[in-house]
């Protein structure tokens, strides 16, 4: 039997090449020998400011991408967070084990709640418990993201650890997945990750158009002056780029010509965006297929979504039981 994990990403917008490296091509990678399911996880995406009207199509994009990179559904579950109560459920019975201490030293929260003008909610605090249902619900044994949830799975880690110890062992301690690209770097601020958050000039849409990737990239930030001898940050981004994107022959042709001294960063972006445009063209192109059927992607979501329930539900019931709360069997 595979084991079996979960991960998954907010509908906060288009999905970029960060994620794609960081986690989507490692869930895809993975699908022979772990049984994945898949979240798009909309109540984390209501955490912060965001638009009513817009949160269905970004849900229905999001199952696009995840389709269009290569989720099997017959071999993975892709499931919507919010039509699985017991994710919500579950983080309840966290909350009530987790310290305030531990997620108010998580830095993507005092990072946010520097930055919120309008003041932190709850359930951006409580933001990580939640993210510990998700992957406790399921009894991951490991979770694919990019490096900067590392610090949320130490904390999932510690919550199975403060659960276990408290009502008997119950939950695996999931390990961090990182896969190549754990870190991909904004196209124009090279010293902070590549982030929807930093406008679409920063980032490569899995839905952008050959020409717009040609032309993000021909502005993508290079040398940024003197580094001390040190590889500038945008450069090293492009050469981790090409070493994913391209052939060993390519990266070190560049690499070669870079240590020379004579490398023509037009030359190299266009033989990256080339690669790049291989590499998401017939993602693209299924990704337009499969946005002529929304009535196949809106039954996939909804029958995955039932799938995780019956997982979700005994797991929960499981914990329940261990925290003293059935009362009455069969019910
Ligand atoms: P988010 O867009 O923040 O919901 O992130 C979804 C997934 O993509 C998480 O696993 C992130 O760690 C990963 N991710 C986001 N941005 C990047 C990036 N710039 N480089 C690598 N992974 C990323
Ligand atoms: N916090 C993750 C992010 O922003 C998304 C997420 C929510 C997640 N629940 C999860 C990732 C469970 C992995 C496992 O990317």
């Not at 998401?280 to 799938?307: A, N, T």
């Amino acid at each position: 039997m595979r084991q079996r994990y979960f991960s998954g990403i907010q509908p906060t917008g288009e999905l970029h090449i960060g994620n794609y490296l960081g986690a989507i091509k490692s869930w895809i990678g993975l699908q022979d020998t772990y049984e994945g399911i898949f979240g798009i996880v909309d109540y984390h995406a209501i955490t912060e400011p965001y638009k009513p009207s817009a949160m269905s199509k970004r849900v229905i994009d999001a199952a696009l991408d995840y389709l269009a990179a290569g989720l099997n559904p017959n071999k993975s579950i892709i499931m919507i967070q919010s039509l699985v109560p017991e994710h919500t459920e579950m983080a309840w019975l966290l909350n009530c084990i987790t310290p305030v201490s531990w997620v108010e030293r998580v830095p993507t929260y005092k990072e946010k709640a520097k930055q919120l003008k309008i003041g932190v909610n709850m359930g951006l605090l409580s933001y990580p418990v939640l993210m510990a249902a998700d992957i406790m619900l399921y009894k991951s044994t490991i979770v694919p993201v990019g490096e900067d949830q590392a610090p949320h799975l130490e904390l999932t880690r510690e919550i199975v650890r403060a659960f276990n110890g408290r009502f008997g062992d119950t939950f695996p301690e999931p390990q961090t997945y990182l896969g190549s690209g754990a870190r991909i770097m904004s196209l124009t601020e090279p010293t902070r990750k590549m982030s929807k958050s930093l406008g679409p000039q920063s980032y490569i849409a899995l839905s952008d158009p050959p020409y717009v990737i040609r032309a993000k990239l021909s502005k993508a930030v290079t040398d940024i002056g003197p580094t001390g001898g040190e590889i500038s940050p945008g450069t090293k981004n492009l050469f981790q780029l090409m070493s994913i994107f391209s052939s060993a022959e390519t990266y070190g042709h560049f690499k070669k010509l870079y240590d020379e001294e004579t490398i023509r960063y037009s030359e190299m972006k266009e033989k990256l965006a080339d690669d790049i445009i291989s590499v998401l063209g017939p993602i693209r192109d299924r990704r337009q297929e499969l946005s002529l059927k929304p009535d196949y992607v809106r039954d996939l979501l909804i029958e995955g979504s039932h799938k995780a329930r019956e997982i979700a539900r005994e797991t929960f019931l499981e914990a329940k039981d261990k925290m003293g709360l059935i009362y009455f069997y069969g019910e």
